[in-house]
């Protein structure tokens, strides 16, 4: 069993910057590849941002890729997703999320967070 708690959400103008932690619970972190995913009012929730139990590999949405950089520790059993560039559309509430699977379905997802909220004013 994983717990898994997200952090760092807030509000921010747009152009700013947030990073995002989430700590996991267990001894089994280093097993999961882990992903961020948001979901806006309104709109499905949808993948952000994903990397592999080592950290070697990591995957964008490309709405995202060039501003956002997923990271992890595995000693601190944390993941992080730092943004740049924050743009209003980017306003949503992000979860993170672990696999012991391959790709970044949302179905294929077995623990997910509660979620942050964060927005972004124009």
């Known amino acids: 069993q994983v717990q898994l708690v997200e952090s760092g959400g807030g509000l921010v103008q747009a152009g700013g910057s947030l990073r995002l932690s989430c700590a996991a619970s267990g001894r089994t972190f280093s097993s999961y590849a882990m992903g961020w995913f948001r979901q806006a009012p309104g709109k499905e929730r949808a993948f952000v941002a994903g990397?592999?139990?080592?950290?070697?590999?990591?995957y964008y949405a490309g709405s995202v890729k060039g501003r956002f950089t997923i990271s992890r520790d595995n000693a601190k059993n944390t993941v992080y997703l730092q943004m740049n560039s924050l743009k209003p559309e980017d306003t949503a509430v992000y979860y993170c999320a672990a696999t012991y699977g391959t790709g970044w379905s949302i179905n294929g997802m077995d623990y997910w967070g509660k979620g942050t909220l964060v927005t972004v004013s124009a």
């Open positions: 990397i592999s139990w080592s950290g070697g590999s990591t």
